[in-house]
């Protein structure tokens, strides 16, 4: 079977391991029976090694039972960029070899049910882990809105950007990401209600700058450029600038000219959210009634 | 002038110091021009000192500039129970001394804009400080949610309660509060998708139970007598069961049950949300539109 599933940028700024969205860029794979074991991938990732250790073979064997399987991967998502390419490859490649719940199979492999979710769901979703199960809800998202992303050249480890994250933190701080996140959730839903700060955050950015100096001259830019909010994409390296729409050209615009000015190799991107999520044989992924998990809603 | 405010229950379980819904239960204020200052208090509160200390009178002289006023209140929320009824009395108070932003005036005397906010905009609403200014937004609310309350006779004072909370927290338990929250935003707007986890807490709630040893049995019963999901109301004392509209009735009756069983004075209340906020001269209570800041948004 072919499946396909978007990026997804994940945090949000104050959303930390929570939100995510959808983007429109794509990974598809298709799976099929085979005599023995062959991993194929074009675009994004095809430097990776197409053994056992690839991880569409490890996600399909791990769905079909064993590995005479033709895998074949062509991916538009940049690796290791902070866009989910995992739980996007995790998820397209679930489905198209037949589980019957990819959230949950890209959840586990990822480790990241928010990005998971916004690759099965679409559009924009919150995210937990409720007794070892990821469960994940839509939340409504402003069809106006753009996301313009920075994406550095130099990819920085999911691992690393975490080891950068403190054990502990001030309670306030706890507090303040979640009263950003309220004025953000609002913000995503209804534009003219987005104002800056809502990105604002306390638990993970400003420890992961020293592993990307340059990040905070960058989203000064994006935001003197007509961004609404702009924050980190996922775990980085991946910068992200929320528009409105007929902005969003301009702000792609600047933000090529302010990666060249900070000498950062990389490219600038505009995307449109992805509203449809996971696909399979070119139909939207619908949830086999019993084997979702009780309490996975999907709006 | 006159105007009214309805009661508020913040924090919600996961959203500390950010969540915060209006309940239909409400302080009316009347502030007239006298020849000296007068405080006259009928239902709830009326046992506090009406003299210039009483939060009318502060509040009302704050925004006229002089205390040759005739202030009457009539109340029906409990004082000190972790019903916004500070938040109440000064949203209301300021609007009938005719104060362009009553959010403001009262998110400054009782130092919590989410149960300002709720007061003044009614319904659910998210709310932070940004840059000394209280901003709030308002999120969607499934008008089939209805709100049991136990409301213990013991009041239990905001300072107490938040000299519980520890000064640091694991960084897994704030990212533990934002999933929550993500998932009770959403069971907010749909009560179909509100689920029991998603007012569990990390932040406040386990730290603040022995101040209130009965909490965790009342709370567990709420949810066995068919509340949906259950929290704290504010910094408590009181109690929250979070229902489908057609079975309050059944769990407020629960309700009185357990508070006897627990040997806790007091008394449970089925409340619906209020949806219009603040009224002045019986209508909902508009911004002046150049008294808004520019961040408050209001749906």
Chains 1, 2 share one sequence.
Do not use: K
């Amino acid at each position: 079977m072919r499946a396909r599933a978007p990026a997804s940028s994940a945090n949000l700024g104050p959303g930390f391991d929570t939100l995510a969205v959808a983007l429109d860029l794509h990974i598809e794979v298709e799976v099929e029976l085979a005599d023995r074991l062959s991993v194929r991938t074009t675009g994004e990732g095809a430097e990776l090694a197409t053994d056992a250790s690839h991880l569409a073979a490890r996600v399909a064997m791990g769905v079909i039972g064993h590995d005479r399987l033709s895998i074949t991967v062509s991916s538009a998502v940049p690796v290791g960029r902070g866009l989910g390419s995992s739980a996007a490859l995790a998820a397209a490649t679930a489905a198209a070899a037949g589980a019957p719940d990819p959230l949950a199979v890209a959840a586990e492999a990822d480790g990241h049910p928010e990005n998971a979710a916004a690759s099965v769901m679409g559009g924009l979703v919150a995210a937990a882990i409720i007794r070892g199960q990821p469960t994940a809800v839509g939340l409504p998202l402003d069809p106006g809105l753009s996301f313009v992303v920075l994406v550095p050249e130099r990819p920085l480890p999911t691992a690393t950007a975490r080891q950068a994250l403190p054990p502990v933190v001030p309670h306030a701080d706890a507090a303040f990401n979640l009263g950003r996140m309220g004025l953000l959730v609002a913000g995503l839903a209804d534009h003219r209600m987005l104002v800056r700060e809502a990105t604002e955050d306390r638990l993970h950015q400003a420890a992961r700058s020293p592993l990307f100096p340059e990040a905070s001259q960058l989203l000064s830019g994006l935001l003197d450029a007509g961004a609404r909010a702009v924050c980190w994409s996922g775990a980085g390296p991946s910068l992200l600038g929320i528009c409105d729409q007929g902005l969003a050209t301009e702000v792609r615009d600047a933000g090529e000219t302010l990666l060249a000015e900070a000498g950062v190799a990389g490219r600038a991107i505009a995307l449109r959210p992805d509203i449809t999520g996971l696909t399979v044989g070119g139909q939207p992924w619908q949830p086999r009634q019993s084997a979702q998990p009780a309490p996975l809603g999907q709006q």
